[in-house]
C-alpha cells in the first residue's frame, strides 16, 4: 500500500470509468490542513464526483483516495462509516428530509452516531443554529424555509458531529447574488473559527473567488492547473483563462462535442 499524505485529503493518480466512458483521468491534488479548496469546471465535468470519491462513496477504477492516513477506498465498511462522522457534506439543494423539522434534521446524525441524551443532542443543536443564525427556526419544517435558510440548516447539520472537513457541492446554487454572498461569508467564518479544512465544488465565479484560498480547474476529466487563489487568477493556461474570463472565444468551445457536431 502507497504511504500516506500528510495532507487532509490526497487524490493520487484517480482514474474513474463508468463502462467505456471516462469520468476522470490522471486526478492527482492534495488539501492542506485549513485549505479552502475550490474546484472549479464545467457542468457534468466531474466535480462532484470528486467529493464521492472522498467519502468513500464511489471507489476509483484505478489510483488511491486518502482522507489523511485512512486510504477511504481500501476501508472496511464499519471503519469507512467513523472515517465519515469526520467529514461533513452541504449537499446542492441542501438535502433536508421533509418530514422532519429543523431540530430533527440537524439532531439526526448525532442520533445515529453517538450515544449522547436528549437534553444533550439539543444543547448541540442549538450551538449550531446559533452559529448559522438560524436558531429561531428549529421547530420549523423545510417547506417553510427559503432556500437560503435552507443552505445554512444543512451548514449546521454539516457542523453538528465537529468534523475536520466540509464538502459543499455547489453552496451557491439557486440563490440570489446577495444570499449568495451572506452563505459564502458564512462559510468562511464558520470553516476559519472552527479550524476545518473544506473542498467546494462550484462553477460561480464570484462564489470561488470570495470563498477559495486555493483553487484547480477540472476539464476533460484532468486537473489543468492547481494554485493559490490570486496566482489562479492570473493564469495563463489558455483554458482557465477562458473560464475565468467567460469568454466565447477559446478552445473550450472549440474542443466541445457541440462544437465538432456543427463542423
Known amino acids: 500500500m502507497s504511504a500516506p499524505s500528510p495532507a487532509v485529503v490526497e487524490l493520487r493518480d484517480i482514474e474513474l470509468k463508468f463502462d467505456t466512458k471516462t469520468v476522470l483521468s490522471g486526478v492527482s491534488l492534495e488539501v492542506e490542513p485549513l485549505d479552502r479548496l475550490v474546484i472549479l469546471g464545467q457542468s457534468g465535468s466531474g466535480k462532484s464526483t470528486i467529493l464521492r470519491l472522498i467519502l468513500g462513496i464511489l471507489p476509483p477504477t484505478e489510483g488511491s483516495v486518502f482522507f489523511k492516513q485512512f486510504e477511504v477506498s481500501r476501508l472496511p465498511r464499519r471503519k469507512l462509516q467513523k472515517i465519515r462522522t469526520q467529514i461533513g457534506m452541504v449537499y446542492q439543494y441542501s438535502a433536508l428530509l421533509s418530514s422532519r423539522n429543523v431540530r430533527d434534521n440537524i439532531a439526526l446524525p448525532l442520533e445515529e452516531l453517538t450515544r449522547k441524551t436528549s437534553a444533550e443532542i439539543d444543547k448541540v443543536v442549538d450551538e449550531k443554529l446559533e452559529m448559522v443564525g438560524?436558531?429561531?427556526?428549529?421547530?420549523?419544517?423545510?417547506?417553510?424555509?427559503?432556500?437560503?435558510?435552507?443552505?445554512?440548516v444543512s451548514l449546521a447539520r454539516a457542523l453538528v458531529m465537529d468534523p475536520e472537513l466540509i464538502l459543499f457541492d455547489e453552496p451557491s446554487a439557486g440563490l440570489d447574488p446577495v444570499i449568495s454572498s451572506v452563505i459564502d461569508e458564512l462559510i468562511i467564518g464558520l470553516t476559519e473559527n472552527s479550524k476545518v479544512t473544506s473542498v467546494i465544488v462550484t462553477h460561480e465565479m464570484e462564489s470561488a473567488f470570495r470563498i477559495g484560498t486555493k483553487m484547480a480547474m477540472l476539464y476533460q476529466g484532468k486537473i489543468l492547473e492547481m494554485a493559490p487563489t490570486e496566482e489562479f487568477r492570473k493564469s495563463k493556461h489558455p483554458v482557465v483563462a477562458q473560464f475565468l474570463s467567460g469568454s466565447p472565444e477559446g478552445p473550450i468551445l472549440e474542443g466541445s462535442q457541440d462544437a465538432i457536431a456543427t463542423k
Request: hydrophobic share 25%; proline share 5%.
Open 134 to 152: 438560524m436558531r429561531d427556526v428549529k421547530n420549523q419544517m423545510p417547506s417553510e424555509l427559503s432556500g437560503g435558510m435552507r443552505k445554512r
